[in-house]
């Protein structure tokens, strides 16, 4: 069964630029979740979709936006970078289904790595 | 609100002995999971361990146990018998049923370093 998949890996862009990042969940999960990982801030939840719908988002910016395809591949989107989006950006997929916490348990892909310059 | 509390920001350990990493959550809710994930340096999140609000019995998975008491709403993690394979960063994760809108917040991470 395939993991998750994010790309890029890596990427470099410059303050003012966009980015859009993608997710591909496993196979049968139809919620993807967002984090965005630094050294100061820790794990920080963006947004979770689940059948194309926002069911959360966490407190970032306007900037950070998202959005999920029928196939259940996400993708997410910071538009005018700053130095601060500096950050490992993961992706997870799970179960997700409503009433079940158990359903709740993540499977994070290898993550996208942002550096902006 | 939700919140997690991991207050060992690092942890050492000697080869072969049991160690256990603190976790304490705040909810309001009374049906939610609690999680706790391995990350070890090349960056990968590894779930680890689970734990239902509703369960009564601590979660086991091999060499891990959640000592989950939720009263005090701890959740701690004891790995037994500590391999060198297990020096990574830990977190603690939980998902709220009802009032956390479905998302999964982490605590702040505790490395594990473990000493041969």
Redesign the interface.
Known sequence: KAGVTQTPRYLIKTRGQQVTLSCSPISGHR?V?W?QQTPGQ??Q?LF?Y?SETQ??K?NFPGRFSGRQFSNSRSEMNVSTLELGDSA?Y?C?SSL?L?????T?????G??SRLTVL | AQKITQTQPGMFVQEKEAVTLDCTYDTSDQ???L?W?KQPSS?????LI?Q??YDEQNATEGRYSLNFQKARKSANLVISASQLGDSAMY?C?M???NT??????????TRLFVKA
């Open positions: 919620s979740s984090y820790g794990l939840f979770e689940f069911r959360n966490g490992l993961l997870a997700g409503a009433g079940d916490p158990n709740g348990e993540l499977f994070f290898e993550g | 049906s939610y999971g999680f994930y960056g990968e999140m590894i779930f689970y239902g609000s977190f994760a998902r709220e049923l956390g809108g479905f998302k999964t917040i982490f605590g702040a991470g």
